[in-house]
């Protein structure tokens, strides 16, 4: 079996293993083009979203600007026409890639800003020695770098709601959505509401959002059976309730698969809340 940066080719593996094992691949054949977009955000370790529907080609790019003829891609590939300097250039994992950064505004600019905000808010969370505006800050550098480019409104957009409060790439796409759909006046993210509860996302400060994903009832990721985890689960809904607040869950899937439903009952909730005269539940220390 060959083996591409730790990935042996053979094994099964999780789809978005696999999808990185490909970009590994081709990477490592590649012997002029760079890994861009989201084929170079995978190989950095950002977040990136899977494809909804088909398969996710592997993207690259000649660092001249030229683009190959069509039929000379070879299949599961494809190429994007852009100059990238050596300063945007490094290798990892063997294989040439665009920097972190940069892989993440691309991705903005090819797959759209709530894509581009899950990987650049992974990208923020690399880098705990920055602040917000620090990083807004260089993520702009970076733009101005890469001078007149399509879509970059896009790009701009994701760096606008850089947060670092995201801790997973569900919670960066339930965030870009509520700041998408305006839900609220105020929206913060992982708070602290009583004593030992934190919640991801509070809004108006009565509304609590709670994402759940798969792995916390697959009964081995936080090695606790699934029955046990529910019951904890329930308990603390029962405190948030009892303390005034209003509990709203949605699964990881819900929020991929169907976000304009989550979003249309998310807002009836906070309407319904607010026509019930529900007021600020004043956070507790």
């Known amino acids: 079996m060959e083996q591409f940066g730790g990935v042996v080719e053979g094994q099964s593996l999780p789809w978005h293993e696999e999808q990185l094992a490909r970009c590994l691949r081709v990477g490592h054949s590649a012997r002029r083009a760079v890994l861009v977009g989201v084929s170079a955000a995978r190989v950095h370790g950002l977040w990136v979203l899977p494809p909804r529907c088909g398969e996710e080609p592997v993207t690259l790019a000649l660092r001249s600007g030229v683009m190959p003829p069509r039929r000379d891609w070879g299949h599961g590939r494809s190429y994007k026409k852009m100059r990238l300097p050596d300063s945007m250039v490094e290798k990892v994992q063997g294989v040439r890639v665009t920097s972190a950064l940069r892989a993440a505004l691309d991705v903005a600019r090819f797959e759209g800003w709530i894509r581009g905000f899950v990987a650049l808010e992974s990208w923020f969370r690399m880098h705990l020695e920055l602040d917000v505006e620090a ?113 709203f869950r949605v699964t990881s899937t819900e929020l991929f698969h169907q976000p304009q439903k989550f979003l249309a009952d998310l807002r009836a909730t906070w309407a319904s809340g607010r026509e019930r005269g529900l007021q600020q539940v004043v956070r507790q220390a």
């Open 135 to 247: 990083a807004k800050a260089m993520a702009m550098d970076c733009l101005k770098t890469m001078g007149r480019v399509k879509d970059i409104a896009e790009a701009r957009r994701a760096i606008s709601l850089l947060s670092g409060q995201c801790e997973s790439p569900y919670e960066a796409l339930c965030f870009a959505l509520l700041a998408h759909a305006k839900i609220g006046l105020s929206i913060q993210q992982q708070v602290w509401v009583i004593p030992s509860v934190r919640v991801d996302v509070l809004i108006d400060g009565w509304l609590v959002l709670e994402i759940d994903g798969a792995v916390k009832y697959d009964g081995e990721t936080y090695g606790s059976d699934t029955r046990r985890v529910i019951v904890e689960e329930r308990r603390r809904e029962v405190r948030l309730q009892n303390a005034g607040y209003t509990v």
